[in-house]
């Protein structure tokens, strides 16, 4: 199994059951090759994706726009422009526009037709906008070889000094950057042949000059629906003055609403007439066919993600179809979330499934609003963390004893409401990216509810259902539950040797251990035959230096037990797992060890009998000779687990005679501290059943109890503390809830839930 980076090396594939895809869902493939969402491997893993920017020529035409834009300058080039022209090329934002005027543009230079390129948004201000834009004009002009043309430069910079009413314009425009040095002269000789002489005057020197030079002058207006409304009125204006110049052609390229609105003034229709006034021709930019954008969108998606990253096929179908492909409008939509998406997938180096992220960025980019949401709802979308959960809720919470928080419904219910227009979008994210929560927004609040554990995703699919996963996606940091899951995957990397295994587990902190096999038991179907000896060896040989806390619902004891369980599973058979246990059990360590797996076998849940119960009795009885003869050796140093190992070779025939001595009742009396819940609190007492089983009877146990107190003075009992490896502390608190036991009261050592 491949190796995770950073803590562990890139994720492995995930298997050929998950490995079909179907014709549009993404497939997996090896980990030196891409993914490609329509199933092609790539193999130009460096291939540069393209930026959101304009083609400049044909062959950059991907959507078969270059017959359309031929038939476009044929049209114009059909009409009588001798009063002018002015054509409105519309279409909404991201639809191309620009993208298909420059295909038309190269139609136009063919014919030797002069284009003029103004782009109002790169200014700011109505004064500043039509200055500019006669200032272009003439400059523009100036640079044309045409005489005639050259001469109606310095009419079009006289125009704009009268009609915007500042006499500095002719000299701005020889002066304004991009206006090379040789064109200045010329722009002064035509200002002086064109003296001002009042705007009627002017106006029909530059009729007749443009109607001398007889040809379409082109001026295009890019990028006008980004301007304010007061500026798009102002240029508006401006067209109506200018339009029915001889031979003078206004492309106008826009988003045909936004104009509408700007020009209304209040009244819809009125800015819908005011703009068919001044549009002579119109041209509506054809959409992108559906299937056309899903194509962009899946051979974009092939170059741009990450090689050896591809989705869980079922998963991506479900994102792809019900939240990406409803999102995506054109192609600049294609491009900018391609971008996006894989930026981040890059940034989380395999540690989140790539369909989840397609998802959520896609929300992310054209839903902003409620991505904005999730941050605050996390805990209501996902899979409950039950490493953390108190034993007591987490025992009500499988019974269906916890009702869903009417708080966490309402962060849900904002999700949901916050874009009514995506609803069907923000339905399929809880479908498809958080079941929980799906299920936690329709619970009832009124009635008891438990989740599905069923639909909680494997934790090898890094799946965002999951708490840690979607805080990793979300924070870009990786939290003690990411990190323990990357430890737990690298040790099932080395599950098949032992020395490897258990050096990599030993380095770990012993409280991450307790993480690390938690995570190795949601990894169980990783599990095969040779992970069996190195792993349940190598677990039950730390078992004794992890800590141990019993209020939590995963304590260290339950995760390795769960873990030797789902290993020695993996054996398929009572007689494999016979011979294994025979060979591992003088391997282990400690006599707590050798009685947690015996137990394994002895104790099992109905139908999940590991071996035969002649076996399991054999084993039992072996290993309580074994304790009994420690215990008579007075061998057993496992001072936390003193009383249930006896107790453990009693319950298997071995009886144990335990002397009337202070020092054993000590022994068995901390070694049987037990947790219990009451009310709010946990408390913690002596087990007097235990003790009533290792002494015979209850009085008794208590006499001997008595007297370990009345005897215990710290001076003389610290020595045997230290041979027993006790701290002073722990055995004051012993002796305090051995009091309060003796008292018949619980102990006041309380400890707050958490």
């Known amino acids: 199994m491949p190796v995770r980076p950073c803590l562990c090396p890139p994720r492995a594939s995930l298997g050929a059951s998950k490995a079909k895809a179907s014709a549009n869902a993404g497939t997996l493939v090896p980990d030196d090759r891409q993914w490609s969402p329509t199933g092609v491997q790539e193999s130009d893993h460096h291939a540069h994706l393209p930026a959101d920017n304009p083609i400049s020529t044909a062959d ?58 103004f782009n109002p948004w790169m200014f700011s201000g109505t004064e500043q906008l039509v200055a500019r834009l006669f200032d272009q004009l003439a400059a523009s002009l100036g640079e044309q070889s045409d005489g005639t043309l050259r001469k109606a430069a310095g009419l079009v910079a006289e125009y704009g000094e009268v009609v915007v009413g500042a006499g500095h314009l002719v000299s701005l425009a020889a002066s304004a950057p991009g206006v090379p040095a040789l064109l200045k002269p010329i722009l002064a000789f035509a200002r002086k042949w064109a003296a001002p002489v009042g705007l009627s005057q002017t106006r ?21 629906d980004r301007l ?25 390229l826009c988003d045909r609403e936004r104009v509408e609105q700007a020009l209304e003034d209040g009244e819809q229709e009125r800015g819908r007439h005011y703009l068919e006034k001044i549009i002579q021709l119109q041209f509506d930019l054809p959409a992108v066919p559906p299937q056309m ?43 900018r979330y391609v971008t996006t998406a894989r930026g981040t997938a890059n940034a989380l180096n395999g540690e989140v499934e790539i369909s989840d992220i397609l998802g959520l960025e896609a929300v992310r980019l054209f839903l902003p609003d409620v991505f904005k949401q999730l941050h605050g709802a996390v805990d209501a979308l996902t899979f409950p963390n039950y490493s953390s959960v108190d034993e007591r809720d987490w025992q009500r919470l499988r019974r269906g004893g916890l009702g869903p928080d009417p708080v966490l419904q309402g962060r849900l219910a904002r999700l949901v409401d916050v874009n009514k227009d995506h609803r069907h979008v923000v339905d399929a994210m809880f479908r498809h990216l958080f079941p929980y929560g799906h299920q936690y927004r329709e619970a009832d609040e009124r009635s008891e509810w438990s989740p599905d554990e069923g639909a909680r995703p494997e934790p090898s699919e890094h799946r965002v259902a999951d708490e840690s996963i979607l805080r990793l996606y979300l924070e870009r940091v990786a939290g003690r539950d990411v990190v323990s899951m990357r430890h737990a995957e690298e040790a099932l990397s080395r599950m098949d ?54 209020r939590r619902v995963l304590s260290a004891r339950r995760c390795v037990r769960s873990a030797i369980y789902h290993l020695l599973t993996a054996l398929g058979s009572h007689d494999r797992v016979q011979a294994a246990t025979t060979k591992l059990l003088p391997q282990v360590e400690t006599l707590d060890a050798k009685a947690e797996l015996v137990s394994l076998m002895a104790s099992p849940a109905p139908g999940e009998e590991l071996v035969s119960e002649d076996f399991a009795g054999e084993l039992r009885t072996t290993l309580a000779e074994e304790i009994r003869v420690a215990f008579d050796g007075d061998a057993i140093d496992e001072p936390d687990r003193y009383g249930a190992l006896l107790a453990f070779a009693v319950r298997a025939g071995s009886p144990v005679a335990l002397p009337d001595t202070p020092e054993v009742a000590f022994r068995v009396a901390h070694s049987s501290m037990v947790h219990y819940s009451a009310d709010d609190e946990w408390v913690k007492r002596i087990d007097w059943d235990r003790l009533d089983l290792l002494y015979g009877d209850g009085d008794r146990a208590k006499q001997r109890i008595g007297e370990m107190c009345a005897d215990f003075d710290e001076r003389t009992w610290q020595p045997r503390l230290q041979q027993w490896g006790i701290s002073l502390e722990d055995a004051r608190a012993t002796l305090d809830v051995a009091r309060q036991g003796l008292q018949g009261r619980p102990a006041e050592d309380r400890l707050a839930l958490r």
Not at 204 to 224: F, I, M, Q, S, W
Not at 243 to 251: E, M, P, Q, R, T
Not at 312 to 329: G, K, M, N, S
């Open 497 to 550: 040797n032992d020395a490897d295994l258990d050096a990599y587990m030993r380095d770990l902190d012993p409280h991450h251990q307790v993480a690390v096999v938690r995570d190795l038991c949601r990894l169980h179907r990783s599990f095969e035959a040779r992970h069996v000896k190195p792993g349940v060896v190598t677990l039950l040989n730390l078992l004794p230096n992890m800590p141990h806390d019993p």
């Open 228 to 252: 304010t409304f007061e500026e798009i009125r102002q240029l508006f204006k401006l067209l109506r003055l200018t339009a029915s110049f001889s031979h003078l052609v206004y492309i106008v």
């Open 204 to 224: 029909t020197k530059l009729e007749n000059v443009l109607r001398e030079h007889g040809a379409p002058v082109v001026v295009v207006l890019d990028d006008v």
């Open 60 to 117: 950059e035409d991907r959507l078969d726009r270059d017959c359309t834009a031929k038939r476009f300058v044929g049209q114009i080039l059909e009409i009588d422009t001798s009063q002018g022209l002015t054509v409105g090329v519309f279409g909404p934002w991201g639809s191309g526009k620009t993208s298909f005027f420059r295909l038309a543009k190269a139609k136009l230079d063919q014919q030797k037709i002069p284009v003029i390129e």
């Open 293 to 335: 954008l899903r194509a962009e969108l899946e051979e974009a998606l092939s170059r741009a993600m990450p090689e050896g990253k591809g989705p869980i096929p079922e998963a991506w179908q479900q994102t792809h179809r019900d939240i990406v492909e409803p999102l995506i409008r054109n192609l600049r939509d294609v491009r």
